[in-house]
């Protein structure tokens, strides 16, 4: 009788301590409030970084920091994720960007413009909630095949090159947002 009773209790203790493991593995205290339809673009903060003080002036960071929040809310608005209501969730996008120039780890950089990297940070708020967020790490821009011969003949040397960069980041960020709303398929 004694054996059977200490199995049972060893039963119950398993049980519960499982079910004490299910029930701590949850993801936190989530938000009810559900996500807008559109959004309103709340903030765009960017930091730039890079290893070589060129001779060229390329564009600074407050200038970048307007282009992508340009370029964010025009794209927004193209795919019809745009709102200027109120009652909208906000997007609060961080960008760490990463200037890279040709043969800027030699003895002899360029000042030419090599491919960035990036890293973005999207955060869906309801007031100060946050909703939900997006995070990359690590990516690195990828050109066509023309433009890879004009980075490794050294001719993206001027502010307007960059340009281009600032562009695709943006379509991808707001890509990430029409994810959101618009899971793909495959």
């Known amino acids: 009788m004694n054996g059977q009773l200490v ?9 519960l301590f499982l079910l004490a493991l299910i029930g701590c ?13 559109q959004f309103k673009l709340g903030s765009v903060s ?6 070589i003080a060129p001779k060229i002036t390329y564009h600074t960071e407050s200038e970048l920091k307007q282009l992508l929040g340009d370029k964010v809310t025009y794209f927004l608005d193209q795919r019809g994720l745009l709102s200027h209501q109120s009652k909208a969730n906000a997007l609060v996008i961080q960008v760490a960007y990463q200037r890279h120039f040709l043969d800027e780890q030699t003895d002899h950089p360029s000042d030419s413009l090599a491919y ?3 890293d973005y940070d999207i955060k869906v708020m309801n007031d100060y909630t946050e909703l939900t967020h997006i995070a990359q ?4 821009f990828k050109g066509r095949f023309i433009m890879d011969i004009d980075m490794l003949e050294g001719r ?3 502010k307007s ?3 281009i960069f600032i562009e ?3 379509k991808e960020v707001v890509r990430s947002v029409d994810e959101l709303k618009n899971p793909p398929i495959f």
């Open 168 to 170: 695709q980041l943006a």
């Open 116 to 118: 960035p990297r990036y």
């Open 156 to 158: 993206l040397d001027s």
């Open 161 to 163: 090159d960059e340009i």
């Open 7 to 15: 199995n049972h209790f060893k039963k119950i203790t398993v049980g």
């Open 46 to 51: 960017l930091t730039v970084s890079q290893r």
């Open 137 to 140: 790490k690590n990516r690195v």
């Open 25 to 37: 593995s949850g993801s936190g205290v989530k938000s009810t409030a559900e996500m807008s339809e």
